[in-house]
């Protein structure tokens, strides 16, 4: 098992920064990919960045230039800076890590934009 803990979502206004964090703990020792998703209410869940245990990163086209993924492999932790932030990037946000034939989700954390 996995276990993920999300922190730092909220309000901002547009234009602002907001920067999340999950803090992954458990059996990680074969984890191969973390990252984010976000989904809207009745909407499928979205790709927004993840970043491979190679450290190859790959991000949405609509956050790309906006959104920087990274990681602290000392504490388990991944990171979405997200800057410059738009009204439309107002969703629940989760957090994920996958394992081969397992992918684990962290409990979502809010973020809104305000215009």
């Known amino acids: 098992q996995v276990q993920l803990v999300e922190s730092g979502g909220g309000l901002v206004q547009a234009g602002g920064s907001l920067r999340l964090s999950c803090a992954a703990s458990g059996s990680i020792f074969s984890v191969d990919a973390m990252g984010w998703y976000r989904q809207a209410p009745g909407k499928e869940r979205e790709l927004v960045a993840a970043?491979?245990?190679?450290?190859?990163?790959n991000y949405a086209d609509s956050v790309k230039g906006r959104f920087t993924i990274s990681r602290d492999s000392a504490k388990n932790t991944v990171f979405l800076q997200m800057n410059s932030l738009k009204p439309e990037d107002t969703y629940v946000y989760y957090c994920y890590a996958a394992r081969p034939y397992r992918v684990y989700w962290g409990q979502g954390t809010q973020v809104t934009v305000s215009s």
């Open positions: 970043i491979t245990s190679g450290g190859s990163i």
